[in-house]
C-alpha cells in the first residue's frame, strides 16, 4: 500500500487522478496540493464526485509533504522543474504528466518551451512512459515522463507500422484533434462556447510542442522519413482524434498490415484493433486507445481515438504507476462490465 501526494490536483486531470487513487486497491492515501484553490475542499471544487471520493481539504503547495511514497505532477509547464529534483533527491518516486521532463535534451526543451532547464541531469535517467507500446518492466525507475496527449494517440497509432516499414516509409502526415479540455481550466477566449459551438480550426501550425516529442520517439524506432502533423481545435470537451497517412514506397497487403498490429497490441490490455475507424464515443472516459488500419496499395491511413484526460493523462499515469511498482497494469482503470443478476 502507498501514500500519494498529487501537486496540481485541481486541475482537469488531477480530478481524474484522484479518482482513480480514490478506486485503487493498493492506495492506501492521498493529498491534494494547489496554488489558488489551497484550503478550499474536495467537495466544494467538484460538487459532481462529492460521495464518490473522501472529502478533505486541498493544501498548499507552498508547503509540500515528502512523507508520501509516490508524486503526480499535474502543473503547468516549467513548474514541475520547482519540485521533481528535490522529491527525486529524496528518493521518491515521480510522475510528471506536463512536458517538463519528456525531451531528452535540454537544448529542445529551450527551443520548444522556451525555458532554460534548470535539472536537465533528470533527462537521460527518466523513462518515457509510453504504457501499451514499450512492454518492459521498470520497477527500478524512479521519474516517469508521462507522455503527452497527442503523442500518446500518435505513437501508438505510427510505432508498429514504422517500427515494420522503416526504410520503406516516403513520408507521413498526421492531422490531429482535440477537444478543449486539452488546454487546461484556466479560461481562454478562444475556448468560450460562443467561439468554439459549431466551429473547427487549426492551431500551433508547425509549433505544436508535441511535435519534437512524437519525433523523437519515431527516430529512436527507426524513422527517418519527412513528418508533417498539424493539430485542431474540435468544439467538444474531450477526446483526441488522430487520422494518419503514411505514404510506402512499394505495395503492401492490408492483412498483413493489420496482423502486424494485432501482434504488437495482443497482450495490451488498453489498445483496440478495430475492423472500422474509431470513433470518439467508444473511448471517452476510458483508459483505451481504439486503432484502425486501412491499406491501399502503397497508401496506409491509421485512424486513433482517446480521451485526452485518461489515456492521454491521467489513466496512463496509473498504468505507469501499477507498472512502476509491478502491479497489474490495469488496477483501478479498467473497469470491467459487472452483469446485473436481474439481466442474466
Ligand atoms: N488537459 C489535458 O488534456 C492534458 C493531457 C496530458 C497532459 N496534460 C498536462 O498536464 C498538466 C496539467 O494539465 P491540466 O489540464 O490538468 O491543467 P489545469 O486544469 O490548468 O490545472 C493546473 C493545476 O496546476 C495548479 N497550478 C496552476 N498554476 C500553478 C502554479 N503557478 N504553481 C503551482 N500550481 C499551479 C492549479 O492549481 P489551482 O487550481 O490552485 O490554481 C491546478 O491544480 C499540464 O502540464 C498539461 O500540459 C494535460
Redesign the pocket.
Known sequence: MISIGI????????KKLIQFCSNHPFVKDFEVY?????DENLSTLFPDIEGMIEDKK?LS?KSVSFDHDLYFL????G?ALNFVPALISKGKKVID???DYRLDFEELYLQWYKLEHSSSYLLKSKVYGLADFYKTEYTDAQLIA?P??YPTAVLLSLLPIVKNFGDDIVSVSCSAYSGT??????PKSEFLLTEMEGNVKAYNVNTHRHEPEILQTLYKNGFHSPFAFTTHLLPVAVGIYATSFIHLKNNVDEASVQKIYKQVYEESSFVRIRKMPPELKWVINSNFCDINVSVKEKKVVVTTAID??VK??AGQAIQNMNKLYGWDESLGILQKEVKHAALS
Do not use: F, M
Open positions: 501537486l496540481g490536483g485541481t486541475g482537469y486531470t488531477g494547489a496554488n489558488t484553490t489551497a486541498v503547495i499535474t502543473l503547468p509547464h513548474e504528466l506536463g512536458g508521462n503527452g496527449c479540455s486539452g488546454a487546461g481550466k484556466s485526452n484526460l492521454g493523462a
